[in-house]
């Protein structure tokens, strides 16, 4: 049976906690007031923000990712795949390029926020909303790979083990999951590096999430009950140095760094981060500093 007829497209829209967008582009003055009129999801722990100016760095970010990292699906499929299921998908990017990739292939995008579904979008890729720390309105055994990227600020360190059985529950027996997380580290580290390192990792462990899930993935991963676990490690020199993924992967780390501004505000001057945030690329050039990311993938067992 297709999968769709198990899909309600529901769209639930959170509620806007700080008023809606400055227009941008406008002025120096607009975007620093944008910067504190920032959008985030409500009914869930997701600490990044959710709007307009998110939106455009998670698609510099997924090509970015993808320039490093070159192809979508890392994990050895046996066969041309027939369901798909992608994570927290966030802009739909990925799955919607992965649905042009295998067009006889059902891909689902699942998020707490959806994404419309563009004209560009292929017939065979659908975006619904699921809430992951829930458990997800989709039918066990069902997919052939789960994917899901950058949930590090969305899923609490304590909900990591239940959210991986969920993902293992939806992959079929001999199925893939496909995880990818941030690397919340750096190699050569200058010491304005490590300053940022070590304060982003206190305030996301505060804030209850793990900042070495990247880490930690295959353990978790093979406790959840999955087989044939490999984590994969890509490491990009930040800016000129690293090519185009250093280039594009530089202006992403200073992108997501800013959008927590107003998060760091709470144990940190601001002027004090946002100068910190703007020496860092000199920095980065100076001390040839690596970024990581890694993708954890693992099989579900057959019976
Ligand atoms: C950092 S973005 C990553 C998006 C996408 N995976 C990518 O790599 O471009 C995290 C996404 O997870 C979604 N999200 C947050 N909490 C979630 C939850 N509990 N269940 C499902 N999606 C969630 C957010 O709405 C956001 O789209």
Wanted: some cysteine; hydrophobic content about 40%.
């Amino acid at each position: 049976m297709p999968l769709w007829g198990l899909f309600r497209r529901t769209r639930r829209l959170p509620a806007i906690k700080t008023g809606e967008l400055t227009p941008r582009g406008q002025d120096a003055r607009a975007e620093e007031e944008q910067q504190w009129q920032r959008r985030y999801l409500q009914d869930v722990p997701y600490a990044l923000p959710k709007d307009e100016a998110e939106i455009d760095r998670l698609n510099f970010q997924h090509y970015a990712l993808m320039s490093v990292q070159k192809q979508h699906i890392i994990a050895p499929l046996d066969d041309y795949p027939r369901a798909i299921l992608d994570v927290g998908c966030g802009t739909g990017l990925w799955a919607r390029e992965v649905g042009q990739r295998y067009p006889l292939c059902q891909v689902v995008g699942v998020d707490v926020e959806p994404p419309e579904r563009l004209p560009t979008v292929p017939a065979n890729v659908d975006y619904v909303y699921g809430d992951v720390l829930k458990g997800l309105p989709l039918p066990e055994n069902s997919f052939d790979l789960v994917h899901q990227r950058l949930l590090i600020l969305a899923v609490p360190a304590s909900a990591w083990p239940q959210v991986l059985r969920e993902l293992l529950r939806l992959a079929r027996p001999g199925g893939w999951l496909q995880l990818t997380e941030a690397g919340m580290y750096f190699n050569h580290p200058g010491p304005r590096s490590a300053h940022l390192r070590d304060l982003v990792n206190r305030a996301i462990a505060g804030w209850g999430f793990d900042p070495l899930i990247a880490l930690n993935m295959p353990t978790l991963l093979t406790q959840a009950g999955a087989i044939a676990v490999e984590k994969r490690t890509y490491g990009v020199m930040m800016g000129e140095a690293g090519g185009q993924g250093g280039r594009l992967l530089e202006k992403d780390m200073l992108a997501v760094m800013s959008a927590l501004t107003e998060r760091v505000a709470s144990f940190m001057p601001v002027e004090e981060w946002r100068e910190l945030l703007a020496s860092l690329p000199e920095e980065w050039r100076n001390y040839g500093t690596e970024f990581q990311f890694h993708v954890t993938i693992g099989r579900k067992p057959r019976p």
